[in-house]
């Protein structure tokens, strides 16, 4: 593959990222073919040896999407960073996006017990306004007692979204890492 191959299926396997970002990986890469061939390669030794465009630009638009989670750190970025790396090759499906669903659908769990506590009043007024014949103070006490341990239920599982969400970025970046060929290539 020559230097003008090469860099035509980088830019198409860049393409998700934003302008600026791919002009600097091409640049880059641009960059690597002029010192090779200053080192006596021709451009097929060295787009062998840099390797696969396409696997390159999956790669960069991993990390690119796993920094966008780390430092814009809403639901939207992490799920792309998240499908991105996943993206990277089949066994990622496994690896990543089967913690990824056990995590996950603990911590909903976790909030759709804590926001149901938190309501068990609520409920109980509504209950009492519904049927006034069948209230007990017992139910008002029981529920109060819900909504206190919703709030602490709520206030664990924010502490733990937090850390899954720090722990499972951390996990796609070394994730990447492995997919580019071990600690090496860090």
Not at 12 to 22: C, G, H, I
Not at 103 to 113: E, F, K, M, Q
Not at 148 to 154: H, N, P, Q, S
Request: with cysteine; charged share 15%.
């Amino acid at each position: 593959m020559n230097k003008e191959h090469f860099i035509k299926e980088l830019r198409a396997a860049t393409t998700k990222l934003p302008p600026n970002e791919q002009y600097e990986i091409i640049q880059d890469y641009e960059e690597y073919f002029a010192i090779g061939l200053l080192d006596g390669k021709t451009e097929e030794q060295i787009s062998s040896s840099l390797g696969s465009p396409k696997a390159i630009g999956k790669e960069l638009s991993a990390t690119y999407q796993i920094e966008q989670a780390e430092t814009n750190r809403t639901i939207g970025s992490f799920m792309r960073a998240m499908w991105t790396v996943i993206g990277l090759g089949f066994f990622n499906l496994v690896i990543v996006l089967g913690p990824f669903l056990v995590l996950a659908s603990l911590l909903l769990s976790g909030w759709v017990a804590g926001i149901g506590f938190i309501a068990a009043p609520l409920l109980v007024l509504i209950n009492v306004l519904i049927y006034p014949e069948i209230f007990e103070l017992f139910d008002l006490f029981n529920s109060l007692v819900f909504c206190g341990l919703g709030i602490f239920i709520a206030i664990g599982t924010s502490l733990a979204t937090k850390r899954f969400m720090n722990g499972f970025i951390r996990y796609m970046k070394f994730n990447t890492k492995l997919v580019k060929g071990g600690p090496k290539h860090a």
